[in-house]
């Protein structure tokens, strides 16, 4: 009895181990795609580094991937047809010796995420080399070059790095270098030789430099005198960058682009430096602290990009330059672009303006002159009440004219230099003592165009027409403003701009762009960064209706602009990589299928626009990344239920039989005990003597 119970429960312990293994192959996923391809030598289980080199390609390879590896050092014996290679996140913690030397003719080479801290340029540095990239390493200095140059070097990136300072003649061995990446960095100091060659010369090739997310205060002049073919300087998120000032693009007159954006300490630049950059196309200046951004003398026929939006600026009239001539300039988001009335204003406008009404409040006016032949005689002064708004230049202007007995009503175009600050907005007076003889032009201003909204002002300015005392002889002449009515017609049929925020929540799914918004209901929207700048990462809520198989990715919309999402997914354990890309930017959830039951898997949500694809933040409060496990199949747990089932009815049947056999095989030995007789002996005896 024993032993068939022992049988029954090894039976039953080998049929869920083989449902389990059958469920699991029924789950399994094909990946969307592999993100790298394993050859025999990328496998994480074979030694590069052996003396072997067991598992490296053969002789004649021209590209070789070497990621992710935990090596040290390079393996000795790669193939010197090697062209590109990749050694990025391993273990290294130098550059240069005879493992790069022999590589002759390597073209790119990528090492970032090592632990790179020492540089040996003149010893050991491929020959052909064009591409370098050294970002987040260990290196705190750069070291002088003073061996042989390295002549084909197009690119140098070096971001990450905590570098502090670059010394004279630090890239003196590139003389061809066209990129230069120090972003990123802790560089607060670059010294005025820094870009210079050998022989002392400045490095004319470069071309794009990177200095984005450094601790520079200030870009000086003694330096980039060097780099006459600068082309682009990238000067994002500098969180000590106050001021662009003096000659500093004196040198530079090829600056095609100079991006700023999100430099918080930025509060001031003075735009007469850009009068040196004739080829100047792109100004990347959103989200920085500026207040002001005034007109230059443009020497250009190149048509000049603007991005202003997201700074606290000052309304002023000296910013409608950059909507005057779209043939010149184009201001990027203009509609988004706003600026805020001086505080302690008194203008009835309560609200910011965007650039678009500014440049429809600061548009050229026209102006009245009076011409007569006697000295007028002025009642009152004609001026409005001291506001805080456009201050028009006016005048009272005498001036000469031969002839007299003549009085001549002219209107004649002016532009108007206003500004948005304290100021008047009209004050005119003239002289009672000036001699008849000449005949005086009396010049003023009318301020019924300077802002939307504000006729009760024009109203009280107009009404007070100038009351001329001409000779009694003569006959009086009273200057009326008659565009009165209807520019405050024209001023009605403008929407104010709502001092409110749109309605608008980044987390909320098929969520209207917040542009949109802002063009319907007139409201606030959160700076975001531009086309040509990668995204921010979105931040990943969690997820929702778990099951085995599935589940529902959440996310925030980052303060970027976004062309489309894609989600990256891969089981724990597994090398496939998957992905689901090109959904929808107003999209903030999307659904997951076709996954393992019981399995974790390491989700991220990306970011795309032009620029490229947002990078995988796994930590912090706004982490793109988390992971997640799926639930229990419930296949399994059927099919486990009823095997549990079945080999309990079995189990039951057995022991039923064996119990009824037990229980017959008892009764028929009691049954054949009854029919035994035994002989008595007595009696037997008795009967014989009888």
Not at 241 to 270: G, W
């Amino acid at each position: 009895m024993r032993w068939t119970l022992l049988l029954l429960l090894l039976l039953l312990l080998l049929l869920m181990e083989q449902s389990q293994s059958l469920a699991g192959l029924s789950q399994e996923t094909i990946p969307l795609f592999r993100l790298t391809r394993q050859g025999p030598w990328d496998n994480h289980d074979s030694h590069a580094t052996d003396s072997s080199c067991q598992g490296l390609p053969a002789a004649g390879a021209t590209t070789l991937t070497l990621a992710n590896r935990s090596l040290e050092r390079l393996p000795s014996c790669l193939p010197h047809t090697l062209r590109i290679l990749d050694g990025s996140h391993n273990l290294l913690r130098a550059f240069g010796g005879p493992e790069f030397g022999r590589l002759s003719e390597l073209h790119m080479l990528t090492l970032n995420h090592n632990r790179i801290s020492l540089l040996h340029w003149s010893n050991g540095t491929p020959a052909m080399l064009q591409e370098l990239d050294l970002s987040h390493n260990l290196l705190v200095r750069l070291p002088p070059c003073t061996g042989s140059p390295v002549r084909h070097l197009r690119s140098l990136a070096l971001a990450g790095n905590p570098l502090g300072a670059l010394q004279p003649r630090t890239f003196a061995c590139f003389p061809a270098l066209q990129l230069l990446n120090l972003s990123c960095s802790e560089l607060s100091h670059i010294a005025q030789e820094a870009f210079v060659q050998e022989n002392g010369g400045p490095l004319e090739a470069l071309e794009v430099l990177d200095l984005s997310s450094t601790h520079l205060e200030r870009v000086e002049s003694g330096w980039i005198r060097n780099l006459p073919q600068l082309k682009s300087l990238y000067l994002r998120k500098m969180p000590r960058l106050k001021t662009l000032e003096r000659d500093i693009f004196k040198m530079t007159p090829n600056l095609q682009q100079l991006d700023c954006q999100e430099s918080p300490a930025l509060t001031s630049i003075h735009t007469e430096i850009f009068q040196d950059t004739p080829c100047l196309q792109v100004l990347l200046l959103q989200n920085c602290n500026l207040s002001s951004f005034g007109p230059w003398i443009v020497n250009s026929s190149q048509v000049l990009s603007v991005s202003l939006f997201g700074n606290p600026l000052t309304c002023s009239c000296e910013l409608a330059w950059l909507l005057m001539d779209t043939n010149k300039t184009v201001l990027h988001r203009a509609a988004d672009t706003m600026c805020e009335l001086t505080s302690g204003s008194e203008d009835p406008l309560s609200g910011p303006l965007s650039l678009v009404q500014l440049s429809d409040v600061c548009r050229p006016d026209q102006r009245t002159t009076l011409l007569a032949s006697n000295p007028p005689h002025f009642d009152h002064s004609v001026s409005a009440p001291r506001t805080q708004g456009p201050s028009i230049g006016q005048s009272t202007t005498p001036s000469a004219q031969s002839g007299g007995g003549q009085q001549n009503i002219t209107k004649v175009p002016s532009h108007t230099t206003a500004s948005l600050t304290h100021g008047s907005w009209m004050q005119s007076g003239t002289s009672e003592e000036t001699p008849r003889s000449t005949t005086d032009s009396v010049t003023i201003y009318h301020p019924s165009k300077t802002l939307p909204g504000a006729a009760n002002r024009r109203t009280q300015a107009t009404t007070k027409a100038l009351h001329i005392q001409p000779p009694q002889d003569e006959i009086p002449v009273v200057l009326l403003d008659d565009e009165s009515e209807e520019d405050e017609t024209h001023g009605q049929g403008v929407a104010p701009h709502q001092d409110v925020s749109c309605d608008y929540h980044p987390c909320k799914h098929l969520q209207t762009p917040c542009a949109e918004l802002q063009r319907r209901f007139r409201c606030r929207c959160p700076g975001l960064s531009g086309e040509d700048t990668i995204p921010d990462p979105p931040k990943l809520q969690g997820v929702s209706e778990m099951t085995d198989t599935s589940m529902l990715i959440h996310w925030c919309a980052p303060n970027s602009v976004v062309h489309s999402y894609q989600i990256s997914y891969l089981a724990e354990g597994k090398s496939g990589n998957q992905s689901v890309v090109d959904i929808y930017a107003t999209a903030r959830q999307h659904p997951l299928y076709k996954l393992s039951p019981s399995t974790t898997y390491h989700v991220c949500v990306q970011a795309a626009n032009r620029a490229g694809l947002s990078q995988q933040q796994t930590s912090g409060w706004k982490r793109s990344c988390a992971t997640f496990t799926t639930k229990p199949s419930s296949v399994v747990i059927f099919w486990g239920l009823c095997t549990s089932s079945g080999l309990l009815l079995v189990c039951t049947l057995v022991l039923s039989v064996c119990l009824w056999r037990q229980r017959w095989k008892s009764h028929r030995q009691y049954y054949d005990t009854d029919l035994v007789a035994f002989k008595n002996p007595a009696r037997a005896e008795e009967v014989a003597q009888w």
